[in-house]
């Protein structure tokens, strides 16, 4: 049934937003550079970024020095990660794959981040996309996971065509899934790994952020909420 995930027949959704200005920012997020500074600190040298976008993540992964693996299954996201390291002269092993069936054998990786990435799909898709990474990691491995909560306030736009899943209807990811995962179910997804930190990540969106996904509808302050967690298996 995986080769009817949500996330895959809205592939070409995909390819548009990453050409679009919204995700064209190739600044890293400072939790990213956060969840680096550990790894190197442990020693790991091997990392994973799942759905690598415009490839911000990698080169700061390649920057630091870790052998980095760009994963994702846009053209378009593979074409700007490479064209992002080349201009800073620097490389990463670049894979057109799903999340949700990565091409590498069990521990394979020191590292993996999967940063906006895991919530694009429905239940069984963000389910086995999680499982399919815990797979991947060495024992003593750690995983960075960025996902949208339900108290985001774009849980409340577009079509609710699965259980916790929507898909946009305005702004520039329309057309895209987005899964808004509870605490319970990440608990319970990492039930087997130790929690190194867990944190609900909130801040009002910006008028930019309004104006894509509100189009003039609506007034006042609204949440964007993430859960953001690192996890090494045991
Ligand atoms: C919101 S972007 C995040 C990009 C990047 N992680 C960042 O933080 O800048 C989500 C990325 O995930 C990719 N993606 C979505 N579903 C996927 C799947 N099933 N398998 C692999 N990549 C996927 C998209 O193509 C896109 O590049």
């Known amino acids: 049934m995986l080769n009817q995930t949500p996330s895959r027949i809205t592939t070409l959704a995909w390819e548009r937003a990453l050409r679009s200005e919204f995700l064209a920012d190739t600044t890293p997020d400072e939790s990213v550079d956060r969840f680096a500074q550990i790894l190197l600190a442990l020693g790991k040298s091997t990392v994973l970024d799942v759905g690598c976008g415009n490839g911000r993540h990698s080169l700061l992964l390649a920057q630091k020095g870790f052998d980095t693996y760009a994963l994702d299954m846009t053209e378009s996201s593979l074409q700007l990660t490479q064209a992002l390291l080349k201009q800073h002269q620097l490389r990463a092993t670049m894979t057109k794959a799903y999340m949700e069936e990565l091409p590498f054998p069990d521990e394979t990786f020191d590292g993996l981040l999967g940063f906006c990435v895991y919530n694009h799909g429905d239940g069984p898709q963000v389910h086995a996309s999680i499982v399919e990474s815990q797979r991947v990691l060495c024992r003593g491995g750690f995983m960075y996971l960025c996902l949208m909560t339900p108290r985001d306030f774009r849980y409340q736009l577009g079509k609710r065509a699965k259980p916790r899943m929507l898909i946009f209807d305005r702004g520039p990811e329309r057309g895209i899934p987005h ?22 990540e909130e801040e009002e969106a910006n008028e930019l952020v309004l ?24």
Not at 179 to 200: A, G, H, K, P, W
């Open 211 to 234: 104006r894509d996904y509100l189009c003039g509808a609506g007034q006042g302050t609204r949440l964007i909420s993430h859960y953001t967690l690192i996890a090494t298996k045991n």
């Open 179 to 200: 899964y808004f995962i509870s605490r319970l179910q990440l608990e319970t997804l990492f039930r087997n790994f130790s929690i190194v930190d867990f944190r609900l």
